[in-house]
């Protein structure tokens, strides 16, 4: 069976941000997700999980180890375990992307201070 937004698991995150299960096993995640104008995520790294970030649409900034990078559609960058970062969307439009966790990062996060 076709996976996609339409028929995927889906969840609420953050302030008003959504995410679809496109994989949802222990070895291996891969969410789309859609943040809206001027949210972010929090701050956090995980332990095991390597992610790799990929826009979709939209324009992401992602903060990683106190670097900020820029995504535009069809770019990504990859996160190693023990990272910390945080995803925001500084714009006035939605931005979309793919995040890929191996293994899967369900309680593997870690959250920090701002």
Same mark, same amino acid.
């Given at each position: 069976m076709t996976i996609s937004k339409i028929n995927a698991e889906h969840y609420?995150?953050?302030?008003?941000?959504?995410?679809?299960?496109?994989?949802?096993?222990?070895d291996l995640s891969i969410i789309h997700e859609r943040?809206?104008?001027n949210t972010y995520e929090a701050r956090?790294?995980?332990n095991v999980s390597?992610?790799?970030f990929f826009v979709l649409s939209g *324009?992401?900034? /992602?903060?990683?180890?106190?670097e900020l990078i820029e995504?535009?559609?069809?770019? $990504?960058?990859e996160i190693p375990p023990l990272v910390p970062?945080?995803?925001?969307? *500084?714009?006035? /439009?939605?931005?979309?992307f793919i995040v890929t966790s191996q293994p899967n990062s369900k $309680?593997?996060?870690?959250?920090?201070?701002?």
């Open positions: 609420l995150w953050g302030n008003l941000c959504d995410g679809w299960h496109l994989v949802k096993n222990n943040m809206p104008p956090h790294y995980h390597r992610q790799f *324009k992401a900034t /992602l903060e990683a180890n106190g995504l535009n559609p069809q770019e $990504g960058y970062h945080q995803m925001f969307n *500084k714009t006035n /439009l939605d931005v979309e $309680g593997d996060r870690v959250l920090l201070e701002l």
